[in-house]
DNA sequence: ACCTGTCAAGTCTGG
DNA sequence: CCAGACTTGACAGGT
């Protein structure tokens, strides 16, 4: 089994580059120009795309295939004050630039829209926004020229009290979501309400790939070691939805997240970097049924958890791991 | 250069 | 019913 390492949208080793510099809502209102506002928001998020550019061509030089975004590329981009900007016009080739090195060095690449995301909320105006952000993530794939095979991550949700019928409604509000936005969703179990198990249900429900976390089913399971749910999580990539767009990398492979406990007082928290062995005991249990998967790695530490990570890796060559460049391994079953 | 309170958005808990 | 926690990088305003 080819396993493939990734981080989450900055680097502690690239100096300078974050790629989500942002302004706040107060700082955008003070500027009496709003046409000038708009056009520093549109610097802002130019500035943004470049620091990603750098940051991928840091990945190319580090083996590093599969990547997140940050979700704040554009500031303030789903504010009601600012519904009437489109920020796509003067920001399409800085989206293109970006995603034509993501296509020429067949990276995997995703969005994690954050917890304002919520498509189990029984209110309507939460749901309106939820799909709205789902939009913007969905425009800025497209105005990067990506595909289906670009997803972007979510959870389940909020459970109100009730989180049979919350489960049910998620099902129902992502069924009647287009199809363009549905076939870039992917569900991850959460770490307080939706477990892997519920989200496992969720998938086959929807058709929606499942992303597990096995930090998260480690602090929010039903007694199940994460390896039982895997020919089923398994099968979630293999349906349309999974597979929508994946030119690129066919079929695409299942992805996990992978992080460690910060602390015993603190076990939901991400530690610096990502402990070797209960991620490697994952994935011996299975590397039977998988031969290709990509881990996301979500520390603190970013790229330097994945060199780490990596380092360690090297040292388990005498057991069945084969480190094959600077952010991948096989495992043998 | 460094520190502290704040930030657009949602949900849950505890008072 | 409302304030604060959750979680987290970065801003903004201060020293």
Redesign the pocket.
């Known amino acids: 089994m080819i396993v493939r390492f990734g981080y989450v ?2 680097s502690v080793t690239v100096q300078n ?12 209102n ?1 500027i009496g120009d709003r046409e000038a506002a708009i056009r520093k928001l549109e610097r ?1 998020a130019a500035e943004n795309l470049h620091n990603t550019l750098r940051l991928l061509r840091h990945n190319r030089a580090s083996d590093i295939q599969v990547y997140r975004f ?3 590329l ?9 519904r009437d900007w489109d920020p796509f016009q003067a920001l399409a080739a800085d989206f293109a630039e970006v995603g034509n090195y993501v296509r020429a060095n067949k990276m995997r690449v995703s969005f994690h ?6 498509l ?4 309507p ?2 749901l309106q ?2 799909i709205n ?1 789902l939009k913007y993530h969905k425009a800025m794939l497209e105005a990067m020229g990506l595909g289906a095979e670009a997803k972007n991550n979510i959870h389940i ?5 009730d ?1 049979v019928t ?1 489960g049910q409604r998620f099902v129902e509000q992502v069924s009647a979501l287009d199809l363009s936005l549905r076939e870039r969703l992917t569900l991850e179990n959460d ?3 939706f477990n892997a198990v519920e989200t496992l249900e969720a998938c086959k429900l929807t058709g929606l790939p499942m992303v597990l976390d096995i930090h998260h089913q480690w602090v929010n399971n039903e007694g199940e070691k994460p390896w039982e749910l895997w020919p089923d999580i398994l099968d979630t990539w293999k349906g349309e939805l999974a597979q929508a767009g994946s030119s690129v990398d066919h079929p695409l492979p299942p992805k996990i997240h992978a992080s460690s406990p ?1 602390s015993e007082k ?1 076990p ?3 530690a610096d970097g990502v402990l070797v062995e209960p991620l490697l005991t994952f994935l011996r249990n299975i590397a039977g049924y998988t031969d290709r998967i990509d881990v996301m790695l ?1 520390a ?1 530490l ?1 790229d330097e958890a994945l060199f780490g990570l990596m380092n360690e890796l090297r040292l388990q060559e005498a057991n069945g791991v084969k480190v094959l460049d600077g952010a991948s391994v096989e495992i043998m079953p």
Do not use: C, N, W
């Open positions: 949208a900055m580059a974050s790629p989500s510099k942002t302004m706040t809502l107060s700082s955008f003070k802002i940050s979700s704040k554009i500031p303030l981009a789903t504010h009601q004050d600012l829209p954050d917890h304002f995301t919520v189990s909320t029984p209110r105006e939460v926004s939820s952000d949700g909020g459970a109100y009290g989180k919350s770490d307080k309400t910060k603190d939901r928290g991400h979500e603190k970013k």
